[in-house]
């Protein structure tokens, strides 16, 4: 399920909990077919059920919101409205949640890629690219856009204890994209700024 999905990190990053949740609102109703009063009990309650999965993820917990915000809205105005409606805004609803993260990684990649520079040597934490997000990720995305920019520069990426998400995500993702990347054990990254070798610290 969704909600196992989101609490053993098959899915994980914040951005893409969020999205994930979005449409797993929709998923309440997918095959409902009965009247909107008990549609609008289902989706609440899947809404409670999915807010559970992980207590510490923002993003979730800011698309549930927005998800109970257009169940809520929508009986107010159509007590006696149709669910095939509320299934269609709910829906809705969700591809806008996903559109504005991508559109958010993108903004922050090209912003970001202004201060990469020939020759840095970056340092990032954990996974915050496109594995993380609907788009092209947060802390990655400046990365991406400065190599497909023509910037060369090199990335030492933290392991990322006691998952790896550096050592397996991170690196796979900046390999597979052409960049440069070192991994390093997380108790490197302090030696490493001490000896004046990293020139930028991008994390998510």
């Not at 257009?70 to 409606?85: K, R, S």
């Not at 995305?141 to 910037?151: E, F, H, S």
Request: proline share 2%.
């Amino acid at each position: 399920s969704l909600f196992e999905a989101i609490q053993s990190l098959a899915v994980r990053g914040a951005p893409a909990i969020g999205v994930a949740a979005g449409y797993g609102v929709c998923l309440s109703l997918r095959d409902f077919q009965g009247d909107l009063m008990e549609g609008v009990a289902k989706t609440l309650e899947m809404i409670v059920y999915l807010s559970e999965s992980r207590p510490t993820a923002v993003n979730l917990f800011r698309s549930l919101d927005r998800q109970r915000a257009v169940v809520m809205d929508f009986f107010a105005a159509n007590p006696q409205g149709d669910v095939n409606e509320l299934k269609k805004i709910l829906f809705e609803q969700a591809v806008k949640i996903d559109e504005e993260d991508r559109q958010m990684c993108l903004k922050i990649g090209s912003n970001g890629a202004t201060l990469i520079k020939d020759g840095m040597n970056i340092l990032t934490h954990c996974n915050a690219g496109s594995l993380a997000t609907a788009g092209m990720g947060t802390a990655l995305a400046p990365m991406y856009i400065a190599k497909v920019n023509g910037v060369e520069f090199s990335v030492y990426a933290d392991e990322t204890r006691p998952l790896l998400q550096g050592a397996r995500l991170t690196c796979w993702e900046l390999n597979r994209a052409g960049i440069d990347v070192t991994v390093i054990c997380d108790n490197m990254a302090g030696m490493l700024m001490g000896q004046g070798i990293i020139d930028m610290v991008i994390v998510g």
